[in-house]
């Protein structure tokens, strides 16, 4: 494979803290500059949590303004894509923030289990949220925990709830959900390829210790990347990240072994079929 390879960064997420990894970006301040390193490393995607002052998870429409208005100014190009996790609040809180109009938003399509809780997804929360992203121009990168849920994806395209090729991501190796199997991700692929067409854009996320595995996989037999300090604040047993852009690093090394480029903000855009941003040409490198 010689395409163009995405790097999505997930900065924060809602679980590690100061605690875990210094490095773990809390306030928007934080978030903003180290989206700026991880872009000048080779991501174009950000996916954004916000936090509390305290730490917590949280869906503060205000925070998540401020970080979208930081990110367009400092990381121009970069893709913005804001979480609708369940571990920031609850019910149609979740997807408040949507009506900023960012390029992209996770939706989870289905419930399953995490390590000592149930990740609820209802049917009547899933169906808002996929409004509210078409209201807004929102495009959804569907998280596949399990391979019902790219079943569900494609249930939902039928009926016109999302638009245009969903950008499909298998999360592999959170604790009671899907483990990191190889012949799971293949099949996984293929499920993808045969539901939505051999060209459909994929990415794959590997939880802690599994992150380069799944960084690996992907990058040289299918699709894109994500990495970042939310899925791990390592980079070995005894060694902490020093950042999110050290990760995404590891990431274009992976791509280089492989020949595929890094793609740069512009191809990335013109892959998932996002708009460009007013006043860049669409040939600049990130």
């Known amino acids: 494979m010689t395409a163009p390879c995405i790097i999505c960064v997930a900065i924060t997420g809602s679980l590690p803290t100061k605690a875990n990894n210094t490095a773990v970006p809390i306030t928007v301040a934080e978030q903003v500059d180290s989206t700026h390193e991880a872009i000048a490393a080779g991501a174009t995607i950000v996916h954004a949590h916000v936090r509390n002052d305290d730490q917590t998870p949280s869906s503060d429409h205000e925070k998540f303004a401020r970080m979208k208005e930081g990110i367009n100014k400092h990381c121009p190009g970069m893709i913005i894509q804001f979480s609708t996790g369940g571990r920031s609040g609850a019910g149609q809180s979740r997807g408040a923030m949507l009506s900023l109009r960012p390029d992209m938003a996770a939706l989870a399509v289905s419930s399953n289990n995490f390590p000592t809780r149930v990740y609820e997804n209802p049917p009547d929360l899933v169906d808002w949220l996929a409004r509210e992203m078409l209201a807004f121009g929102v495009k959804p990168e569907i998280g596949a925990l399990d391979l019902s849920h790219i079943l569900k994806a494609r249930e939902m395209a039928d009926k016109g709830q999302l638009a245009g090729t969903p950008y499909v991501q298998f999360v592999m190796g959170v604790k009671n959900a899907m483990p990191v ?95 460009q941003p007013a006043g860049r040409a669409t040939g600049e490198a990130a």
Do not use: M
């Open 181 to 275: 199997d190889r012949d799971v991700f293949d099949y996984y692929i293929h499920t993808v390829h045969r539901l939505f067409g051999e060209s459909a854009p994929g990415c794959a996320a590997g939880i802690g210790q599994h992150q380069l595995t799944l960084n690996e996989w992907s990058i040289a037999a299918w699709g894109h990347a994500r990495t970042g300090l939310e899925d791990n604040v390592r980079l070995g047993r005894d060694r902490l990240a020093p950042s999110n852009a050290a990760l995404v690093r590891l990431a274009a090394d992976i791509c280089d072994k492989h020949h595929r480029p890094v793609a740069t903000w512009a191809e990335a855009r013109r892959i998932l079929g996002l708009s």
